[in-house]
């Protein structure tokens, strides 16, 4: 459901700025758990003075590790909402 209007002949800038205005919740989720992992990442391998193809290994697994932590939040959403119904 879009709460901001959508005009056809819209700019790039406007488009863009639709575009936000209808994720800014997902993208904020995002960005909040993408600046979480990489301080995490960095904060450990930087106190146990990791090489840094760990560094980089572990960074990289932040990819599959977003795609759990949001599946589990939605198989999470939904068994709570059958206990509910």
Known sequence: ???AP???DMGWLAKIGN????????????????LAWVTIVVAFVTIVDG????RYLLLAAGIPAYF????????????????TS
Do not use: C, T
């Open 68 to 83: 759990g932590f949001v599946h589990s939040l939605e198989w999470a959403k939904q068994n709570q909402q059958r206990r």
């Open 51 to 54: 090489p840094d193809w760990a």
């Open 1 to 3: 459901m879009s709460l």
């Open 6 to 8: 959508v005009v056809p």
């Open 19 to 34: 575009h936000i205005y209808e994720n800014k919740d997902g993208m904020v989720f995002d960005m909040a758990f993408a």
